[in-house]
C-alpha cells in the first residue's frame, strides 16, 4: 500500500465531501467536523458516487438512493454489515493524501 495525493485541503470545505480518482479507482474524501476521512467512492448499493453526494455530520449520502454511510467507518446507518471500505488519511500542509492499495 502506497500514500497518494488526491486532492488539496483547501477544497474540501468543512462539512462537505468529493470525489477523487488514484490508481485507476475512485474513492470520496470527507471533511467532517474538520477531520478527513476517506472511503471507496462507489456505492455498494447501485454504484453511486459517493462524492457527488451530502455530507451530514458523520453520515455521507449517496446521491443516487440515498443510503447513508458513517464516513468514520463505512457502515450503512440501516445494516452495520454493509459497509465501503474506509482507508487511512494523512493530511500534509494542503495536501490530502490516502493509502491505496
Given at each position: ?6 486532492c ?10 468529493t470525489?477523487?480518482?488514484a ?22 448499493h ?11 455530520g ?15 467507518t ?10 465501503v ?17
Amino acid at each position: 500500500m502506497a500514500f497518494v495525493k488526491v486532492c488539496a485541503l483547501s477544497k474540501i470545505a468543512p462539512g462537505s465531501a468529493t470525489q477523487v480518482e488514484a490508481g485507476g479507482r475512485e474513492y470520496v474524501v470527507c471533511n467532517a467536523e474538520g477531520t478527513v476521512y476517506a472511503l471507496d467512492g462507489v456505492c455498494p448499493h447501485a454504484g453511486g458516487p459517493l462524492g457527488h453526494g451530502a455530507l451530514h455530520g458523520h453520515m455521507l449520502v449517496c446521491p443516487w438512493h440515498a443510503w447513508e454511510f458513517d464516513c468514520r467507518t463505512g457502515a450503512n446507518d440501516f445494516d452495520d454489515a454493509i459497509r465501503v471500505a474506509r482507508h487511512e488519511v494523512r493530511v500534509e500542509g494542503d495536501d490530502v493524501l490516502i493509502d491505496i492499495p
